[in-house]
T-cell receptor
Framework: SQQGEEDPQALSIQEGENATMNCSYK?????LQWYRQNSGRGLVHLIL???NEREKHSGRLRVTLDTSKKSSSLLITASRAADTASYFC???????????WGAGTKLIIKP | EAGVTQFPSHSVIEKGQTVTLRCDPI?????LYWYRRVMGKEIKFLLH????????ESGMPNNRFLAERTGGTYSTLKVQPAELEDSGVYFC?????????????FGPGTRLTVT
């Protein structure tokens, strides 16, 4: 069964605006990761947040994790055209390296 | 440092034929994973190698799929015979052994089309 569910499925915003994507999951996790996929390319790791962390920053990215609600959000501030991509959350449970993925959010940044 | 590479980038085969996908992980990475994304669905885990050993193959859909990693370097994923529902993008990823990072490094994927 699908572990992560993301919303929105698609998001279109103007360059310079902030983009927020959400992810929910169903079981307990060790960590939650966000990946980006540009069209026709592989998945690129963006950020990892552990289950005992609540917020993490990396450049223009801000990730939050609420384990009580089993949800996470990814905020991209001051968006750029190059941020246009699909964004996926993935969870890892315990020492199991298997990643369980959400369906992804397709983000379009309009110039 | 070279990233994860996959070959071919795209394969079109007929139902019933055999296809072999190849993945070359980042040099020195003991962990190697296969995932796939069929059209309109989420990315799903297929299996995980640690060096040449299959650590977890719980995601392999059926016995038409065979993965190998002889010598613990590159890996192949064979689909025999291919069915229409096997169409999708097959991703390979690798990660180093040990440490506290669970980050996986992905290849560009192989797009498989079964007609």
């Amino acid at each position: 069964s699908q572990q992560g569910e993301e919303d929105p499925q698609a998001l279109s915003i103007q360059e310079g605006e902030n983009a927020t994507m959400n992810c929910s999951y169903k079981t307990s996790i060790n960590n939650l990761q966000w990946y980006r996929q540009n069209s026709g390319r592989g998945l690129v790791h963006l950020i990892l947040i552990r289950s005992n962390e609540r917020e993490k920053h990396s450049g223009r990215l801000r990730v939050t994790l609420d384990t009580s609600k089993k949800s996470s959000s990814l905020l991209i501030t001051a968006s750029r055209a190059a941020d246009t991509a699909s964004y996926f959350c993935a969870t890892a449970k315990g020492s199991n390296y298997q990643l369980i993925w959400g369906a992804g959010t397709k983000l379009i940044i309009k110039p | 440092e070279a990233g994860v590479t996959q070959f071919p980038s795209h394969s079109v085969i007929e139902k019933g034929q055999t296809v072999t996908l190849r993945c070359d992980p980042i040099s020195g990475h003991d962990n190697l994973y296969w995932y796939r994304r069929v059209m309109g669905k989420e990315i799903k885990f297929l299996l995980h190698f640690v060096k040449e050993s299959k650590q977890d193959e719980s995601g392999m859909p059926n016995n038409r799929f065979l993965a190998e990693r002889t010598g613990g370097t590159y890996s192949t994923l064979k689909v025999q015979p291919a069915e229409l529902e096997d169409s999708g993008v097959y991703f390979c990823a690798s990660s180093p052994r040990g440490g506290s990072s669970y980050e996986q490094y992905f290849g560009p994927g192989t797009r498989l089309t079964v007609t």
